[in-house]
């Protein structure tokens, strides 16, 4: 498919090039018809419906919860990715934040002072959202616990 940044509109239209025919069966029967068959498919690049906002400060007795989500044709997929360096966030959280399974969102627990981590708690994300129709990244969420 062709790819976009950001959201964009992809019209594919398919002509078959089967013509109308007229065909009289030896039979007597009455003619059959053939007729053009027009296959159209719409694609709607990614549109961010829920973004993150630039900057997020939260106590660490609380923790907090990024949601970013995205709509398009195909439905996109939403992940999470370091804005410095565009690496996407994995498993390392360490029970200190996690990508939730059901909506993608960011979550970052409740920790003790002692487990304060920079690399997790005082960096910056961004949430990207990529379908075969385009992909479109948010602006850059700043976190600070």
Same mark, same amino acid.
């Given at each position: 498919g062709e790819k976009t940044q950001g959201p964009g509109l992809l019209l594919s239209i398919t002509f078959l090039t089967q013509l109308p025919s007229c065909v009289q069966m030896s039979s007597g029967s009455p003619p059959s018809y053939s007729h053009n068959v027009v296959e159209s498919i719409i694609k709607?690049?990614?549109?961010l419906h829920n973004e993150p906002p630039p900057i997020v400060y939260f106590s660490n007795d609380t923790g907090t919860v990024l $949601?970013?989500?995205?709509? *398009?044709?195909?439905?996109?997929?939403?992940?999470?990715?370091?804005? $410095? #360096? #565009?690496?996407?966030? *994995?498993g390392e959280g360490n029970g200190l934040r996690e990508i939730l399974a059901h909506n993608q969102s960011l979550k970052f627990y409740p920790f003790s002072a002692l487990r304060f981590n920079p690399d997790i708690h005082s960096t910056d994300y961004r949430c990207i959202a990529s379908s075969e129709s385009g992909v479109l990244a948010s602006g850059v969420v700043r976190i600070r616990a």
């Open positions: 709607l690049g990614p549109s $949601d970013c989500s995205a709509h *398009g044709t195909p439905p996109p997929s939403v992940k999470w990715i370091y804005a $410095d #360096g #565009g690496l996407p966030l *994995g």
